[in-house]
């Protein structure tokens, strides 16, 4: 009895082994023949599959991500447009930067091919990972510890510097906001801030610069001509980068005058410059409410360099007034997940307002009296590039003309067009209601005068112009 039930045992492990070995065989039916990738560098991926199977594939599908900090798994799937079910199949997909939006040169992403046959048996292509850039360029490489510089244009001691840049932000943050980068950061460095901007979509004109905290990627367009701003810059956006992985983003996002202040913070006192902008519209009384820097900048340069000017002095007063370890108390609530109003009073007991008011009060600044409205911008965070590609000193170089008279913050400016006409028709209005009496009585007169005496004139003339003669017949009065 025992043997014989042995022997079903062993029988039992044979077949099951047997359909595991038809199942596996089932499953590896079919085969890639060509799996292609080609960029089209900055507009789009092309994607290129051939297979064939003993059993005709009825579906297709692309699945891809990104190696990006992100709040959930990074993993999307589409089906191409032109997969025809069969037992060979050619298919492709293209991924549009220009209606998706563009990724960052150096992001890295993954994608694998899923088939599916007749039979419901799926087969998943390996994972293979690529990295987003140019090949236009001869990029060269260095490095330390966990910061890479990426570029192409100038010497080794010119990239060293822009390097040694980022190594001293770093230490300069994590010493004075108590904020640390533990991942990988890559800076791609390129020649020009036209062919910066030639290598991504969609970004304001006078962008120099780029900072992608989840993808730990900086952009920055600087020659030699242009190292003292360079310098300057790679510490802006570094800054970004440390700071935005210095908390959970996906429960709180920090307000764009405090990360733009602590970006400008990193880089050390603030530039001659930008101290002159701020200090005129501080003299002017035409700088921006808290809540209307909270949002985003505008895109117009001149705008936005008083907004990056008073982020910084936005940050600076909270750091210097109340002290470091208050600043990064106020980074951890941001971490727990509190939006910038309640993290702000947990950490200095204030309100947005009472903030703006102590703030304008050390400023020398009347209380505000009508708040302003944001100016809603993109979001990344773009650093100004060097006007006229002229050598900079500054840590953020204006893109417009310094003559050039800076612009009122919002809520100051003049009506809109689209009142033009009802504004022309009460300036009418206005007019006649003012119309003296006495000269519309005398018009009236006057046009009632010359009514009665024309019909008058015309008939004495045609009386003495005609007479009847003694004889009865019609003659000429001379």
């Known amino acids: 009895m025992k043997k014989t039930l042995l022997n079903i045992g062993l029988l039992s492990l044979l077949m099951l082994g047997a359909s595991w070995q038809i199942a596996a065989t089932a499953r590896q039916s079919i085969t890639i023949t060509r799996d292609d990738v080609a960029f089209d560098f900055p507009n789009e991926i092309n ?28 993993t999307t799937r589409v089906v191409p447009d032109d997969v025809e079910p069969g037992a060979q199949i050619a298919v492709t997909w293209t991924w549009n ?30 994972q293979t990972w690529l990295t987003w850039l140019d090949d236009i360029h001869n990029w060269q490489t260095i490095s330390n510890d966990n910061l890479y510089l990426h570029w192409y244009q100038g010497d080794t001691d010119f990239a060293q510097a822009l390097l040694d840049a980022g190594v001293e ?3 300069r943050i994590e010493r004075d906001i108590g904020a640390e980068q533990t991942k990988d950061v890559h800076l791609y460095i390129y020649g020009t801030t036209d062919e910066l901007r030639d290598a991504i979509l969609f970004e304001p004109g006078w962008t120099g610069g780029l900072a992608y905290s989840n993808s730990n990627i900086v952009l920055i367009g600087v020659s030699e001509r242009n190292l003292e701003w360079g310098l300057d810059t790679v510490a802006h956006e570094l800054a970004h980068v440390i700071i935005g992985n210095s908390f959970d983003s996906c429960y709180a996002s920090v307000p764009t005058w405090l990360n733009e202040g602590l970006a400008v913070y990193a880089e050390g006192p603030l530039n001659a410059g930008s101290a ?4 005129d519209a501080i003299d002017d009384n035409n700088v921006y409410s808290v809540p209307a820097l909270s949002e985003g900048f505008s895109e117009h340069p001149g705008r936005a360099q008083v907004s990056y000017a008073q982020s910084y002095s936005l940050t600076a007063y909270l750091i210097e007034t109340y002290g470091q370890e208050k600043m990064r108390q106020l980074l951890r609530q941001f971490d727990e997940g509190y939006r910038y109003e309640a993290a702000l009073e947990n950490t200095y007991g204030l309100t947005v307002a009472e903030f703006e008011a102590e703030w304008r009060e050390s400023k020398g600044l009347p209380p505000v009296a009508v708040p302003t409205e944001a100016v809603i911008a993109p979001t990344v965070y773009p650093t100004f590039a060097p006007y ?8 953020t170089a204006t893109p417009i003309p310094t003559s050039q008279a800076l612009p009122t913050p919002p809520g100051g400016g003049e009506a809109p067009d689209s009142t033009e006409n009802a504004s022309t028709l009460l300036d009418w209005q206005n007019l006649l209601s003012g119309f003296p009496l006495v000269v519309l009585l005398c018009t009236c007169l006057f046009t009632l005068t010359i009514v009665i005496a024309i019909p008058v004139v015309l008939f004495f003339m045609g009386s003495r112009r005609k007479s009847a003669p003694a004889d009865g017949g019609l003659t000429d009065v001379e």
């Open 276 to 279: 002159n902008v701020l200090q």
């Open 47 to 74: 994607f290129a599959l051939e297979a064939a199977s003993d059993v005709p594939i009825e579906r297709v599908e692309l699945e891809y991500g990104l190696d990006v900090n992100a709040c959930a798994t990074d």
């Open 169 to 171: 932000s770093q230490a």
């Open 388 to 395: 006229g590609g002229q050598t900079v000193t500054a840590a």
């Open 97 to 126: 930067m220009r209606r998706s939006g563009s990724l960052p040169p150096g992001s890295r992403m993954w994608y694998r091919w899923r088939l599916t046959d007749a039979n419901g048996e799926t087969f998943v292509s390996e």
